[in-house]
């Protein structure tokens, strides 16, 4: 009798992982998509805010949601080593620079890109199944929930903003000088007439 169970319980992790590797699978094919990704993470979140405008409810698990994604925001918007918190960790790995004489070094981020994406994508995803349960429907007068919201935004953007400032740094390719390759010969050689 207890090969049976035995089997069943070798079947269900061979599934699983099966899962896991065909899930880690179609997961790094669409790396290299991040225009693809955003956009699915956007319908994810308007079927949220949907269920929730239908249900007229779960503000407190939107409101949990919001400050969990704050938080990742300013994971995503902040350097792998910042120099505020640890001066010594400046000089063994990459940093900013302090200086306009210091060697320029690119932005790291503490949050990169992909893990950024799939943790607002997989926080959707959690507190829309939330929604499913009423024990998380928990009845609060949401236009409180929601001033609170804006108020710890407006605090920890403007944090983090004076901190970009303090430190020289822009977390956005965008604005950014590229490298436009080599001048031709002939322009070089007709300035100097």
């Known amino acids: 009798m207890d090969g049976g169970g ?25 790396t290299p998509h991040a225009t693809g990704r955003w956009l699915g993470t956007l319908a994810v979140a308007a079927i949220y805010a949907l269920r929730v405008y239908l249900v007229q409810g779960f503000y407190v698990v939107t409101y949990g949601l919001g400050i969990y994604l ?37 932005f790291i981020r503490r949050l990169p890109e992909f893990k950024f994406w799939y943790a607002i994508t997989k926080a959707f995803v959690i507190a829309f199944l939330m929604t499913f349960f009423s024990v998380f429907d928990v009845p609060v007068f949401w236009p409180i929930l929601l001033c609170y919201w804006i108020v710890l935004f407006v605090l920890t953007m403007k944090r983090q903003i004076v901190h970009m400032i ?27 007439d």
């Open 166 to 192: 303090k430190y020289k740094y822009v977390p956005f390719s965008i604005g950014k000088q590229k490298y436009g390759g080599k001048k031709s010969g002939a322009s070089s050689s007709s300035s100097k």
């Open 70 to 106: 704050l938080n990742l925001l300013i994971g995503f918007l902040s350097p792998m080593v910042d120099p505020e918190l640890d001066p010594s960790a400046a000089v063994d790995g990459p940093a900013l620079p302090t200086r306009g004489s210091d060697e320029f070094k690119p």
């Open 6 to 30: 035995g089997a069943a319980a070798t079947a269900a992790t061979k599934w699983r992982t099966d899962a896991s590797r065909a899930f880690q699978y179609y997961l790094d094919r669409s």
